[in-house]
């Protein structure tokens, strides 16, 4: 059994503009102390998917459906008490902006041992010694001097390390982490990324790595989803993607990777078009207005996800690569 097993996950917000639907029946599953990457460009619905994962969508105005089965129960259906119970201690998230999650009036000390103060039966003393000790672990410099620190005595990179600290404090199960590196400098984004892979090794914490560049991921990810317009356009293993990418949207974002060579030669160019209207989604394609591939039934029908082998599944009619007879492999649709 996988350890996230989510299935059809729609989320959607009756706005006054209309429904916008943010999450279009996604589905997909997180193994043991396996590192998980979700690209996609800005407003796919990375963070909205995550953010109901973790029971954080206030409902209404969001209506979520599908299933979030974590350790043979869905989430969608446990009582608030329960989810308050796994949040933070089996699954915790650290957001993308380490200036604002924490409070800039509150000595780091304070935040770290309230966590488990609400989450743990710890002695003052006990606690102490945990934050210092997941501190240290982290490469906190001075880690005694930066626990009584307020947030603004300290460095993005370090708040950043502070927030990670923070959410490994109770040995989650599960880590998401909503684009951890975008607020901060090139070498300091390579370093969280160690930081991460080295937590994922040591305590084999699972990670869902949330980013707008297919790039992060490289290295890091033994799996890999791609989301365009709250659907999954493609998921696979991390070569699945990389090197046998096969929906048109995978390619595109492969070809606008500035520092990835994938294929010698590869010209670097961004993806013509802007990100599509979630509130006027139809039953088509999302990605057809922009596909250079794209065709009458593109516009008129949503393809379903088509199986190529193991776990490598994408939604397109004319995928960028021949679709050939594998042993095992099956595809599960016809165009
Ligand atoms: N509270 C909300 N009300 C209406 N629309 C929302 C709300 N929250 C998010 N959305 C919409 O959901 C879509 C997906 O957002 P999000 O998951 O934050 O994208 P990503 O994290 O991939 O950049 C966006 O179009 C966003 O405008
Ligand atoms: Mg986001």
């Known amino acids: ?4 097993e989510v299935k059809d996950l729609t989320v959607e917000f009756h706005t006054d503009e209309g429904i916008v639907r943010a999450v279009d029946k996604i589905s997909f599953s997180l193994e043991e102390g396996e590192i998980l990457g979700v690209v996609g460009e800005s407003g796919s619905g990375k963070s909205v ?5 973790m029971g954080l969508l206030p409902r209404p105005p969001a ?3 599908g299933q979030i089965n974590f350790q043979g129960k869905n989430l969608l259906e446990v009582s608030g008490r329960e989810i308050r119970a796994i949040r933070g201690k089996e699954i915790s998230m650290i957001f993308q902006d380490p200036f ?3 409070n800039p009036y509150l000595r780091i000390s304070t935040q770290m041992m309230e966590v488990l103060e609400v989450h743990s039966q710890m002695s003052k003393a006990e606690a102490r010694r945990r934050c210092i ?3 240290t672990q982290l490469g906190v410099p001075e880690p005694e001097i930066r626990f009584n620190s307020f947030p603004h005595q300290l460095s993005g990179g370090l708040k950043q390390r502070i927030m990670i600290a923070m959410s490994l404090l109770l040995q989650p199960k599960i880590l998401i982490a909503d684009e951890p590196t975008t607020a901060l400098d090139v070498t300091i984004q390579a370093q969280i990324l160690e930081l991460l892979k080295d937590i994922n090794k040591r305590c084999g914490t699972a990670i869902i790595m949330i980013t707008h560049d297919l790039g992060v991921v490289a290295g890091l990810c ?10 999954l356009a493609e998921k696979g293993t991390y070569e699945d993607i990389f090197y046998r990418p096969h929906h048109p949207y995978t390619q595109g974002l492969l070809d606008s990777i500035p520092s990835l060579e994938i294929e010698p030669g590869a010209r670097l160019r961004p993806i013509p078009g802007s990100p599509p209207d979630l509130s006027a989604l ?7 207005p922009r596909c250079p591939r794209a065709q009458d039934i593109c516009r008129q029908k949503r393809p379903l996800q088509t199986q190529v082998e193991g776990i490598h599944g994408f939604e397109c009619y004319f995928p960028v690569r021949e679709m050939k007879e594998r042993g095992h492999g099956t595809q599960g649709q016809k165009a």
């Open 63 to 65: 209506k979520v459906s």
């Open 222 to 231: 033994d799996r890999v989803q791609v989301m365009y317009g709250g659907r």
């Open 100 to 102: 604002t999650s924490l």
């Open 49 to 53: 998917s995550s953010l109901a994962v």
């Open 133 to 135: 000790e997941v501190l």
């Open 282 to 288: 139809g039953d088509f394609c999302a990605f057809a």
């Open 1 to 4: 059994m996988s350890l996230l």
